[in-house]
């Protein structure tokens, strides 16, 4: 809802409550999510507007950890309705955020904006699942797990940019110079007094999770915390080098503190320091014409591993590379019509790697080095717009290849992973097609819709043992009528031919089905 405060409407306000329960596919209890925002904005004069906003959100959510798998990789066939967590197992969030903004205009060509805000996290869990691999030969391999914990976070930050345009050689350039500070506390909590007398019991693949009964939640004692600190400055420059060119320009200083101090001894279990990093960035945009331009970038990447220990203690130093980007942009003579092509290329050096030369951790912990390689790249192709009168159509095509260039073992020789995907559970062929059309009767009131999404196959492998999704494709329909200017209804079908497939794999557990077919009816007002 928004609402003028007073005659003048120099003073405004915007409300949103929302109330959602869901449930699932699979046996699970209910999803609960309740949510208000609300926020207050004042123009303090011609030139400057602030704001004040509040938000909050809770959710309820059972938990599902997806099915197991064969000791040999093979789908067990289970019923997309089954769920291999207990029905009192849930995962509770819990954010509210404040907010505040300023807006001021200096000229027509200089303007400064401000944001502000806090924002406080707590989530809850507690849960008993079945997990493991099912051994078809000998009928066993999985058992019982269970867990609780508490999570929280606080977090400050600030932002300020100046933003604006000045002359150069007879031309108009643009410049933007920023600084920001996050502040973020994250503690860790102590379960004290969680008992499952079920845990790491042996059970057969027909065990109900559903049994187990519910333990008390156990009591949560702060003894750690994680602080972390980043500061930066930034700027961006736009030379209009010709009314058909523009040469982009940018970088940014980042500090950057990290410590994770224990709270009963406080002894500091990690650290670390980064300060002044700069990643720069650059690019060019030549309208070669009114519907066609061309585009290039180049951006660093940094990227802080620090919440990742080496075997001598110290934490692993950031992952860093190049993100490289070629494109095309073109619109139809009456711009209804849009059109992208765009090659990409992403490398990183640096990555955190599991040490090889210790696999099983030390003292139960995992350690890492930094020795990883790899590489990102392909292409992407978009058709959006109105392709003739009331027809919309939304295309969508990528291409995406990764590969390990750098995993090696203890001895220093080539890993199993050298050479193959390192994110196999993305797919290298993407589809994504969705089209609305206004039927010209009845005063153009009803609509159909449709939409397809396609990919190519999936993997995930592990210790030799390979999970494999296929190929797949969903289809989705739907037709609208729009009773008043203020009320419309819809009514969609999802995975028309109720397509099975995972949406998550894992050769061992975790593997998710994705959503079978489903209808629902939407009603749309105004207010």
Do not use: C
């Not at 620090?306 to 980007?325: C, F, H, K, T, W």
């Amino acid at each position: 809802m928004s609402q003028p405060l007073g005659a003048t409407a120099a003073v405004r306000a915007r409300s949103v409550v929302a109330w959602q329960e869901r449930g699932f596919f699979y046996d699970a209890n209910d999803a609960r999510t309740r949510l208000a925002y609300g926020v207050v904005e004042a123009d303090l004069g011609a030139h400057t507007t602030v704001g004040l906003g509040l938000s909050w959100q809770k959710d309820h959510t059972p938990m599902n950890t997806g099915l197991t798998r064969a000791s040999d990789g093979s789908d067990l066939g289970l019923p997309r309705r089954r769920n291999f967590a207990s029905r009192w197992s849930y995962y509770k969030f819990e954010t509210a955020q404040v907010f505040a903004d300023l807006k001021h205009t200096f000229s027509e060509d200089w303007s400064l904006v401000v944001n502000a805000a806090v924002l406080d996290e707590t989530n809850t869990f507690k849960d008993a699942y079945i997990t493991g691999t099912y051994n078809k030969a000998t009928q066993d391999g999985l058992s019982i797990r269970g867990n609780a914990g508490k999570g929280a976070s606080t977090q400050y930050g600030v932002d300020v940019f100046v933003d604006g345009k000045f002359p150069l050689f007879s031309r108009k350039h643009g410049i933007g110079i920023g600084a920001n500070y996050v502040d973020r506390d994250s503690p860790s909590f102590e379960r004290i007094g969680w008992v499952l007398p079920e845990q790491g019991m042996a059970v057969g693949l027909d065990f109900d999770a559903h049994s187990i009964p519910e333990p008390t939640m156990p009591r949560m004692r702060k003894n750690r915390n994680r602080n972390t600190r980043q500061s930066g400055v930034y700027g961006v420059a736009r030379w209009s080098l010709a009314d058909e060119v523009t040469f982009v320009t940018g970088a940014r200083s980042t500090w950057f503190d990290y410590e994770d101090r224990n709270l009963d001894t406080g002894f500091i279990n990690n650290q670390y320091r980064q300060d002044g990093e700069i990643t720069p960035y650059a690019g060019v945009i030549w309208d070669f014409t009114k519907r066609y331009s061309l585009y290039a970038s180049y951006t660093d990447i940094f990227r802080v591993q620090s919440d990742r220990r080496q075997a001598n203690g110290q934490p692993l130093d950031p992952a860093i590379g190049a993100n490289y980007e070629l494109g095309l942009k073109a619109s139809s003579p009456n711009e209804r019509l849009n059109a992208s092509l765009a090659v990409f290329r992403i490398e990183e050096t640096n990555r955190a790697q599991t040490d090889p030369a210790w696999p099983n951790g030390m003292s139960g912990e995992t350690v890492y080095i930094n020795a990883g390689e790899v590489r990102s790249e392909g292409f992407e192709a978009e058709l959006n717009g109105e392709i003739l009168r009331g027809w919309q159509w939304s295309a969508g095509y990528t291409y995406n290849t990764t590969e390990y260039l750098r995993d090696r073992t203890a001895n220093g020789s080539p890993s199993n992973n050298e050479g193959q995907s390192f994110r196999s559970y993305a797919p290298k062929h993407m589809l994504r097609l969705y089209t609305t059309y206004l039927l010209p009767w009845a005063e153009k009131r009803w609509s159909v819709s449709g939409g397809l999404n396609a990919q190519s196959a999936t993997y995930s492998s592990n210790s030799g043992m390979r999970a494999r999704q296929g190929d797949y494709a969903i289809l989705n329909a739907g037709v609208g009528y729009q009773i008043s200017e203020k009320l419309s209804l819809r009514l969609s079908v999802s995975n028309v031919f109720d397509r099975i497939y995972y949406r998550k794999i894992s050769t061992g557990s975790g593997n998710m089905y994705g959503e079978p077919r489903s209808v629902m009816l939407t009603a749309r007002m105004k207010l």
